[in-house]
């Protein structure tokens, strides 16, 4: 969110600002709330020293036995009064607030300006690309000549944009998101946190999924005693375990020593998916469940551009050791996520598919969910506070990782090798699977 003061002093450059993002602030909007939040702010502070004031003189009237009803009646209508102003000052409040909360983040300044992923800027291509002297297949025919998907199953069982791994499918599948943990805990210094699936609607507020994404997101609900009508609950399921890590530090007031704050989780995420469709979208690269490591950041706002730097190369560690092909991308304004300043985008390359494929999103968020969680810091000296700054990554998407790997080290015999780092512990000494 957003800081409204900052906002009232110069509307202009945040209009410019979120232009580019193809967001139009209501200025004018903004001003008649603010104009009429202040009238009344300073009207209802008036309104309270002179009943202040009023209720000290009908104390010392008492005092010397005089004839008090006439002020008593003046200091009930008072407190009416004053009440009055009260809800109306908080009427305009909610609305400035209602405001504020579907306001997305200003871009960084060094994004570059645009509507759509032609814009982006690619920063570097990393590894080769292998040369096939035979046909290859897709990460779906692979799967499915191993015996390593059931569509059918899932289809039975869960409907469309579900998979069920099978075998070895599985199997490496589990490996990867041990090794992605492995690494960001034991070589990138992250702390492996356990992470709930389901979380209230006050920790998607606070990650800025709500109220934006509303109906992107999994919404549980609750029966009625007479088992019939539906009763939406306040739980969600978290489309990502940023959702939770980040509101670790919800409401919390952190010292500056005990800043950089470093978690990491492997968890299912969560997503409805709506109007997904096409060759693209099949398989394991769009799905509506999905396992992944997140990776985020808590950390001074002086150390916000440099944390993204090297948060991004933890989750590109990941890319490197497995010796996968992928691109870096500096995303536009126009496609940056919704809490957003900054954002990399690592895509794998996929040679069945002939194209590059995200699976890593890391973005500097700067004080934006701070704000809505109320994460402090309290400066050396004990006095000043001021609202953390964020950062979060994948680390990475482990079943796109998974479809990179079977297209990029497919055989021809058909069969699979295993990337090296898999093999021990992971893969129990398995270099190919068959």
């Given amino acids: 969110m957003l800081n409204f003061n900052e906002i009232k002093k110069n509307y202009c450059f945040y209009r410019d600002q979120l232009k580019k993002r193809n967001y139009i602030l209501d200025i004018d909007k903004f001003k008649k709330l603010e104009k009429k939040r202040k009238k009344l702010q300073i009207n209802s502070e008036t309104k309270i020293s002179e009943h202040k004031k009023l209720s000290k003189y009908l104390i010392y009237r008492k005092k010397i036995y005089c004839n008090c009803d006439n002020f008593k009646n003046q200091l009930i209508n008072s407190r009416i009064y004053i009440n009055f102003l009260k809800k109306k000052l908080e009427k305009i409040?909610?609305?400035i607030y209602k405001m504020l909360i579907v306001i997305p983040n200003i871009p960084h300044c060094n994004v570059p300006i645009g509507t759509d992923e032609k814009n982006n800027k690619l920063i570097y291509y990393w590894g080769k690309k292998n040369k096939y002297n035979f046909s290859i297949m897709d990460h779906i025919e692979i799967g499915n000549?191993?015996?390593?998907?059931?569509?059918?199953?899932s289809s039975i069982i869960s409907g469309s944009g579900y998979v069920i791994m099978k075998g070895v499918i599985a199997q490496l599948?589990?490996?990867?998101?041990?090794?992605?943990?492995?690494?960001?805990?034991k070589i990138n210094g992250y702390k492996e946190v356990h992470v709930p699936t389901v979380v209230r609607d006050t920790c998607m507020f606070g990650s800025g999924q709500l109220p934006k994404f509303k109906t992107d997101l999994f919404h549980t609900y609750t029966m009625h005693s007479n088992g019939k009508k539906k009763k939406y609950s306040n739980l969600f399921l978290i489309p990502t375990s940023e959702v939770p890590l980040i509101n670790l530090v919800n409401n919390t007031i952190i010292s500056s020593k005990k800043l950089p704050i470093k978690f990491t989780a492997l968890s299912s995420c969560f997503r409805a998916e709506t109007n997904t469709y096409g060759k693209n979208v099949k398989?394991?690269?769009r799905n509506r469940q999905f396992d992944k490591v997140e990776i985020i950041q808590v950390v001074r706002p002086e150390e916000s551009e440099c944390?993204?730097?090297?948060?991004?190369?933890h989750a590109e560690k990941i890319l490197q050791l497995l010796q996968l092909p992928y691109r870096k991308i500096l995303l536009c304004t126009g496609e940056?996520?919704?809490?957003?300043?900054?954002?990399?985008?690592l895509e794998v390359w996929l040679p069945a598919q002939n194209l590059y494929r995200e699976v890593s999103s890391c973005s500097m968020v700067g004080d934006f969910q701070s704000r809505r969680i109320n994460a402090r810091c309290r400066d050396k000296n004990n006095k000043k506070k001021f609202f953390l700054h964020t950062l979060n990554g994948s680390g990475l998407a482990?079943?796109?990782?998974l479809a990179a790997i079977?297209?990029?080290?497919?055989?021809?015999?058909?069969?699979?090798?295993?990337p090296k780092v898999l093999q021990y512990p992971y893969m129990n000494g398995m270099k190919f699977l068959i």
């Fill in 406 to 418: 079977l297209e990029n080290f497919q055989c021809s015999n058909g069969n699979v090798a295993v």
């Fill in 93 to 95: 409040q909610k609305k």
């Fill in 145 to 153: 000549k191993l015996q390593g998907f059931d569509w059918q199953a």
């Fill in 173 to 185: 599948h589990r490996a990867l998101g041990q090794f992605m943990l492995d690494v960001q805990t």
């Fill in 336 to 345: 940056l996520g919704f809490s957003s300043q900054k954002t990399y985008d």
């Fill in 307 to 313: 944390a993204l730097e090297k948060l991004t190369q």
């Fill in 398 to 401: 482990v079943g796109r990782t």
């Fill in 283 to 285: 398989g394991l690269i």
